[in-house]
């Protein structure tokens, strides 16, 4: 097993990274604006140089790092060798996004050895009928098999890691198979569920399968797939819910309670009042990925999201720091656009979690200085009855 030293933790670690090595992927999902792209029919690798900067200045400021995000990370030779240089750089929390076709074996052994903390497989289809269909080119029972795979392998060398966990876009040709991907994730062994809803994209003409205008359908499929889930012990990590009206205080209230609780659980804050905490006196955004989010393509161009496709990025790693590019003037007039000092640009004007006034993540505080532009000592005043709750979740203290 790949031990991690403490001392290669940073108190500095306060950024997300998503990362794509390739933009080549082995199948076509219907949904996805990736294929559309010049660039994906050419198959270029990261640069040596642009990966040698993010090892150099991105890694030691990151708490979690995902070695892909739109593409497949197995199209790539450098990819278990990236994972371990990312493990190496003492990041807490590394993961991957995949469609799982491609993991072997042999892949699987040594992410288990490396120590990999999460894989996240997309799916969007319970049946081979469903999930052929959206992920064309993809073949539903070589993804069970590798699953299962990955299930036996774990058991024999008796890992818990890497937490296996569903990626599902929720659409109208897949509502009907929620539950099924319950089930499926108790037969394969799987431990999370995340759900989201459909970007739709103007170029994919995807609307028809926009699911908001039945919210009470919805939201019953999604309560009978959190309740099952919660019976087999797999963890729902994103319930997105939708409102079919306005809502009462009350209801507010518990939804926010919710809301706080599954933040403080996904990033071990302590409890909900260290959430409320992080929340206190900064104005209410929209999205938060600008402030603690980075997504690196493989040219080592910056965007502030994995669904930043038409905007012109914000920066290269291939000519500039990351802190020169998330300082810039263009990183803070989209900062300013999502906390309502501007107009929305057409990419965040179309992300159904912008529109809804929720992040994917979080819509809380920038929690690093060097992205929010002010001063590295610089603190938000706290009352101090949320000073002392803070305290009292720190490790150690008594319960």
């Known amino acids: 097993m790949h031990e991690r030293s403490l001392a290669n933790l940073s108190p500095r670690r306060d950024l997300d990274v998503l990362m794509d090595?390739?933009?080549?992927?082995?199948?076509?999902?219907?949904?996805?604006?990736?294929?559309?792209?010049?660039?994906?029919?050419?198959?270029?690798?990261?640069?040596?140089?642009?990966?040698?900067?993010i090892s150099d200045e991105v890694f030691p400021r990151a708490k979690s790092v995902s070695l892909s995000c739109g593409s497949e990370p197995f199209m790539s030779k450098r990819f278990l060798p990236a994972l371990e240089t990312a493990v190496s750089a003492g990041v807490p929390n590394v993961r991957f996004v995949t469609n799982g076709l491609l993991m072997t074996d042999d892949a699987i052994?040594?992410?288990?050895?490396?120590?990999?903390?999460?894989?996240?497989?997309?799916?969007?289809?319970?049946?081979?009928?469903?999930?052929?269909?959206?992920?064309?080119?993809?073949?539903?029972?070589?993804?069970?098999?590798?699953?299962?795979?990955?299930?036996?392998?774990?058991?024999?060398?008796?890992?818990?890691?890497?937490?296996?966990?569903?990626?599902?876009?929720?659409?109208?040709?897949?509502?009907?198979?929620?539950?099924?991907?319950?089930?499926?994730?108790?037969?394969?062994?799987?431990?999370?569920?995340?759900?989201?809803h459909l970007v739709p994209f103007a170029e994919l003409d995807v609307s028809h399968e926009l699911v908001f205008d039945t919210p009470h359908t919805v939201n019953a499929v999604l309560d009978e797939a959190w309740e099952r889930a919660r019976g087999y012990g797999i963890r729902m990590t994103s319930l997105p819910k939708l409102s079919?009206?306005?809502l009462s205080v009350s209801q507010k209230?518990?939804?926010s309670f919710e809301q706080a609780r599954e933040i403080a659980r996904d990033e071990g804050l302590g409890g909900v009042l260290a959430v409320v905490r992080r929340k206190w006196r900064l104005r209410p955004k929209a999205c938060d990925q600008p402030w603690f989010s980075v997504y690196i393509r493989p040219d080592g161009s910056i965007n502030p999201c994995g669904a930043w496709f038409k905007e012109a990025p914000l920066g290269s790693l291939a000519s500039q720091h990351l802190q020169e590019i998330y300082g810039s003037e263009d990183a803070q007039r989209l900062r300013n656009e999502l906390t309502g000092l501007a107009p929305l640009r057409s990419a965040?004007?179309?992300?159904?979690?912008?529109?809804?006034?929720?992040?994917?993540?979080?819509?809380?505080?920038?929690?690093?200085?060097?992205?929010?532009?002010?001063?590295?000592?610089?603190?938000?005043?706290?009352?101090?009855?949320?000073?002392?709750?803070?305290?009292?979740?720190?490790?150690?203290?008594?319960?």
């Open 109 to 196: 052994e040594r992410i288990i050895e490396l120590g990999v903390n999460r894989i996240m497989v997309s799916l969007d289809g319970a049946t081979a009928a469903t999930y052929e269909s959206i992920r064309v080119g993809g073949k539903f029972e070589k993804l069970v098999d590798r699953l299962m795979a990955l299930d036996r392998i774990k058991k024999a060398r008796r890992s818990t890691t890497p937490v296996l966990k569903f990626s599902w876009v929720l659409m109208r040709s897949n509502l009907d198979e929620v539950l099924g991907l319950v089930e499926l994730a108790r037969r394969v062994g799987a431990g999370e569920i995340y759900l989201r």
């Open 253 to 255: 209230l518990v939804l």
């Open 21 to 53: 090595l390739t933009p080549r992927c082995n199948i076509y999902c219907t949904m996805c604006l990736l294929p559309l792209e010049e660039e994906h029919s050419k198959g270029a690798e990261m640069p040596e140089v642009v990966f040698k900067r």
């Open 348 to 399: 965040c004007a179309q992300c159904p979690n912008v529109v809804s006034g929720r992040s994917n993540q979080h819509a809380f505080k920038p929690r690093s200085a060097w992205a929010s532009g002010r001063p590295r000592d610089w603190k938000p005043k706290v009352p101090k009855i949320l000073e002392r709750a803070r305290k009292s979740t720190q490790p150690g203290a008594p319960v």
């Open 244 to 246: 079919p009206g306005r």
